[in-house]
């Protein structure tokens, strides 16, 4: 099956720094990534979806300075959570499809967000 | 507006069948993805219908009715592992995933 990778997978910061997440599809090529963050016990939110060599779509509510998205290869993604505070603490999931339509997104394994 | 309605616990025997329903309203429809959630980890890919019937894959079959706006993932033969959250995720005419919060499945020895 499609593997997509997450890295780092646990990043503990103090407030006010920059942390940057990356998302790479292993075996397939990623036309579109997507980011989510999920709280405890929570639903699933999709933060951006972002097509391979175009700026990111953001959903309505997430600030797209703050949480910076880029996407400049088929494989890789990359999310910067900017200057960050403790409620920005959370689990930060990346997924890529193939396509941009019908295909299955398939999701990393998660990095989780501590910020003192 | 687009939503998801699915039971948010479950408790099941191991050994035996459990069936997670699944109802939905979206803004268009491009099929509907069961995707399964253990605790701190993130969503693995259990099975994707667009036409309407049953997709039988191992032990999970996942149904569909896409005039009810209806799906159901059925569990046979349970194991321990299987304890875990079940995403219900249709798609829309925009070929985006909508979430709910998913059903929490428990099951006991």
């Known amino acids: 099956g499609a593997v997509v990778s997450q890295h780092p997978s646990w990043v503990i910061c103090k407030s006010g720094t920059s942390v940057k997440i990356e998302c790479r599809s292993l075996?397939?090529?990623?036309?579109?990534m997507f980011w989510y963050r999920q709280f405890p016990k929570q639903s699933l939110m999709l933060m951006a979806t972002s097509n391979e060599g175009s700026k990111a779509t953001y959903e309505q509510g997430v600030e797209k300075d703050k949480f910076l998205i880029n996407h400049a290869s088929l494989t890789l993604s990359t999310l910067t959570v900017t200057s960050a505070h403790p409620e920005d603490s959370s689990f930060y999931i990346c997924?890529?499809?193939?396509?941009?339509?019908?295909?299955?997104?398939?999701f990393g394994p998660g990095t989780r967000l501590l910020v003192l | 507006g687009q939503n998801i309605d699915q039971p948010t616990e479950m408790t099941a025997t191991e050994g035996a069948i459990v069936q997670i329903n699944c109802t939905y309203q979206t803004s268009g429809f491009n099929g509907l993805f069961w995707y399964q959630q253990h605790a701190g980890e993130a969503p693995t890919f259990l099975s994707y219908n667009v036409l309407d019937g049953l997709e039988e894959k191992g032990r999970f079959s996942s149904f569909l009715s896409r005039s009810k706006g209806y799906s159901y993932l059925l569990l046979k033969e349970l194991q321990m592992k299987d304890s875990a959250s079940y995403l219900c995720a249709p798609m829309d005419s925009n070929y985006q995933l909508i979430w709910g919060a998913g059903t929490k499945l428990i099951i006991k020895p």
């Open positions: 075996d397939f090529q990623a036309t579109t």
């Open positions: 997924s890529a499809r193939e396509g941009q339509g019908l295909e299955t997104q398939y």
